[in-house]
Nanobody, 126 residues
């Protein structure tokens, strides 16, 4: 069992930055690939970025590529999402997810992750 708690969301002006954090419970954190997803009002949850178990490999969706960086600290059971040059269309609830899958296609699927956090709201004003 893994419990995930996101933090770091908030209101920011366009062009600004935010750093989201995801704290994971349990001693099996390093067994999971970790991902960030987002869901805007009236839209389906979409994949943003994922990181491998060791942290050596990452996989980005095109939507925010070049503006974000994912990282993890297995010693602290933490995953981070650094977001820069934010745009109003980035406004959404951002979710952290843990996946036991072994392919990026499945790790990036909103329907194929094992555990989810409760989400943190990110609002970007124009």
């Amino acid at each position: 069992q893994v419990q995930l708690v996101e933090s770091g969301g908030g209101l920011v002006q366009a062009g600004g930055s935010l750093r989201l954090s995801c704290a994971a419970s349990g001693r099996t954190f390093s067994r999971y690939a970790m991902g960030w997803f987002r869901q805007a009002p009236g839209k389906e949850r979409e994949f943003v970025v994922a990181i491998s178990r060791s942290g050596d490999n990452t996989y980005y969706a095109d939507s925010m590529k070049g503006r974000i960086t994912i990282s993890r600290d297995n010693a602290k059971n933490m995953v981070y999402l650094q977001m820069n040059s934010l745009k109003p269309e980035d406004t959404a609830v951002y979710y952290c997810a843990a996946s036991s899958r072994t392919t990026w296609a499945r790790i990036a699927s909103p329907h194929d992750n094992d555990y989810w956090g409760q989400g943190t709201q990110v609002t970007v004003s124009s």
